[in-house]
Nanobody, 114 residues
Framework: QVQLVESGGGLVQPGGSLRLSCAASGSIFRFNTMGWYRQAPGKQRELVASITGGGSPNYADFVKGRFTISRDNAKNTVYLQMNSLKPEDTAVYYC????????WGQGTQVTVSS
């Protein structure tokens, strides 16, 4: 059973925007803090942003002021609005639960390049 499905990535120029979506199974999503992670080539996966079940967000310093995480509890979906994208944001983006997690999905590729 597929538990996490990310979408919305693509190729964008520096300064551009993308909105990522992650559809999660209820067993992972419900009441859980959800996180967006990313992994660039040759680097470890890192946490980008998280949001509690009640909707309180938290951001890594390197995306503060540029990215916004949100969730729709009725749809078991978490979003990541990414603005003012930089080349260093290029990575595969994943979502997963933080308090409890599932198998990693395929992720969605974000490439920021002119």
């Amino acid at each position: 059973q597929v538990q996490l499905v990310e979408s919305g990535g693509g190729l964008v120029q520096p300064g551009g925007s993308l909105r990522l979506s992650c559809a999660a199974s209820g067993s992972i999503f419900r009441f859980n803090t959800m996180g967006w992670y990313r992994q660039a080539p040759g680097k470890q996966r890192e946490l980008v942003a998280s949001i509690t079940g009640g909707g309180s967000p938290n951001y890594a310093d390197f995306v503060k002021g540029r990215f916004t995480i949100s969730r729709d509890n009725a749809k078991n979906t978490v979003y990541l609005q990414m603005n003012s994208l930089k080349p260093e944001d290029t990575a595969v983006y994943y979502c997963n639960g933080i308090k409890w997690s599932g198998s990693w999905g395929q992720g969605t590729q974000v490439t920021v390049s002119s």
